[in-house]
């Protein structure tokens, strides 16, 4: 979260300077701040996933870092794109509604405080359409079948 307040300082809007990048598994991908000079005006988000299409990636391993919250046309950006599996954000958007958006398309998003600790976790509750479970519970049920297929290895003979 810091790196994307560092990225907050290079835009040029008057009032509300946003930052945001793009994170794999600790890689950055892509790195973006608002930018006001554009008709209309290019927010943090977009100018991280504007260029980049989508990706189906059923692992949505992905993670955008946003120093303010998504508005609710960045929320369908980012559902749009497909691999976020997790959105973190410090300062909260007046519109709610597109943090129920993501929440409701399977994606977590998590508020953190300034020193980077979660203080807010917003949990997908949505309903998996495969299986007819909540997707926590789905989450749940593939950690149980892994434990299950973990007893099913044979252990190594010992000498
Ligand atoms: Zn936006």
Redesign the pocket.
């Known amino acids: 979260m810091s790196v994307a307040r560092a990225l907050a300082k290079l835009s040029d809007a008057a009032d509300l300077k946003?930052g945001a990048l793009l994170v794999n598994k600790g890689r950055v991908l892509l790195v973006g701040w608002?930018d006001e000079t554009t008709d209309p005006v290019t927010?943090?988000?977009?100018a991280v996933l504007g260029r980049v299409g989508s990706f189906a990636s059923a692992a949505r391993s992905d993670e955008l870092y946003v120093t303010t919250s998504?508005?609710?046309?960045?929320?369908k950006?980012i559902i749009e794109y497909g691999a976020i599996g997790r959105v973190y954000y410090q300062h909260e958007?007046w519109d709610k509604a597109?943090t129920d958006l993501l929440t409701t398309s399977g994606i977590e998003v998590v508020r953190l405080d300034k020193g980077g600790v979660e203080s807010h976790k917003t949990k997908p509750g949505t309903i998996d359409p495969m299986t007819g479970l909540e997707i926590d519970e789905v989450r749940l049920s593939a950690a149980a079948a892994y434990d299950f297929l973990d007893q099913l290895i044979v252990p190594k003979p010992k000498f």
């Open positions: 946003v608002n927010h943090a988000e977009i998504p508005c609710l046309s960045c929320a950006r958007w597109a």
